[in-house]
Structures are given as structure tokens and as C-alpha cells.
Nanobody, 124 residues
Framework: EVHLVESGGALVQPGGSLTLSCEAS????????MSWVRQAPGKGLEWVSF????????KYATSVEGRFFISRDNANNTLILQLNSLKTEDSAMYYC?????????????????RGQGTQVTVSS
């Protein structure tokens, strides 16, 4: 059974930084691309970032490019998202998801396993 557990969310001031982690189990982590997606209250799911199975091809949504950085540790089955220069509009529940195929459209995630999420709130 696929199991994804996110952590690291917090309340942070605008301009601050956070590191989110996702611990994966129940599958061969290094065989899959992984994504971070987010959802703010009252809004739809938004793709944030994707990384391929070996970790050398990161991709970012325009809204976070240059501020967020994705990485992975296949030896420890962990996915990381470094969030820098945070803005109030980055406030959302952040989820990691196992990807098989498409990754940049929200509809891709209708069938992909996701964790329970970790809350990021950016506010002064």
C-alpha cells in the first residue's frame, strides 16, 4: 500500500523560508517521479513542482520558480521542497504525490496517490 506522509508546514512571515518533507513507503520510491501540489481554501488543486525518478530533472510552476526547490533522497525514500521568499499567496495545504505520466495539470492528480498534507500559512 502506498503511504506518503508530509511534514514541515508552519506559520511563517512573508519573506520567510520553510522545508517540507515527504516520507514514502509501500512502493519502490526510486522508480517514480514525484510532485508537490497545493490547495488553498476555496481554490482548486495547483501543481507546484515535479522531479523525475533519479532526481536530475526538476520542474516548477511559474508561480514558484526561483523561490522553491525540489529534491529527493532515494536512499531514504524522502522528497523535499525548500520554500524561500514566501508570499501570502503561497498559503495552502501542501501534498506530495506519486506521479505516473502527466504532472503539470491538476487533473493528473485525480488518480495519483497523495499524502494527508501539511499546512503552510504565510502571514504577518
Amino acid at each position: 500500500e502506498v503511504h506518503l506522509v508530509e511534514s514541515g508546514g508552519a506559520l511563517v512571515q512573508p519573506g520567510g523560508s520553510l522545508t517540507l518533507s515527504c516520507e514514502a513507503s509501500g512502493f519502490i520510491f526510486g522508480d517514480y517521479g514525484m510532485s508537490w501540489v497545493r490547495q488553498a481554501p476555496g481554490k482548486g488543486l495547483e501543481w507546484v513542482s515535479f522531479i523525475n525518478s533519479v532526481g536530475d530533472w526538476p520542474k516548477y510552476a511559474t508561480s514558484v520558480e526561483g523561490r522553491f526547490f525540489i529534491s529527493r533522497d532515494n536512499a531514504n525514500n524522502t522528497l523535499i521542497l525548500q520554500l524561500n521568499s514566501l508570499k501570502t499567496e503561497d498559503s495552502a495545504m501542501y501534498y506530495c504525490a506519486r506521479v505516473l505520466g502527466c504532472y503539470s495539470r491538476p487533473s493528473c492528480y485525480d488518480s495519483y496517490p497523495r499524502g494527508q498534507g501539511t499546512q503552510v500559512t504565510v502571514s504577518s
